[in-house]
């Protein structure tokens, strides 16, 4: 997946010379498994992560549908301690938009009759990892339910 990006990044960095293609080659490789063993670290330290959410930016949990889990939602959203932009607020969905460092992230949480699903994902880019940051968002938001049923990730 990091291969074409870490290829590009070493012919062009050679200004199109392709004298020497077995240099980007090499370049690519070691670039593209640098980077995929870099995110993996950073999903290694999470004891609980599932085998599905191994180095994904879409991640989705199960929540029983409280008012006090629909309210602390609120609250959190209405006092953020990050930049946030909602983009959609009606009484059974709520959809806000999350300031990161390189692709902002959607968190989505929609109530239905028996649960709160709340998801996850890059806004741009979403087939690439993003060093566990959308997993560690949404455990927070697991970690401060009142009532968690089902802390199911990527499969809901």
Known sequence: MFFPFCLAFGILSRQF???DWIFFLIVGFVGAFGITFWQ??????????AYEDFLESKHSLKLENTK???DQFYEMIKNPLLDLEI??????KLKVQFERKFSDSILTMNKTPDAIIVSIEKKFFSFLPDRAENYRTIQKFAKSAQKSTNIATSGV
């Not at 983009?87 to 059974?92: A, H, K």
């Open 68 to 70: 006090e889990n629909w």
């Open 17 to 19: 010379n392709f004298d």
């Open 87 to 92: 983009i959609e607020n009606t009484e059974n």
């Open 40 to 49: 993996l670290f950073d999903y290694e330290k999470f004891n609980e992560i």
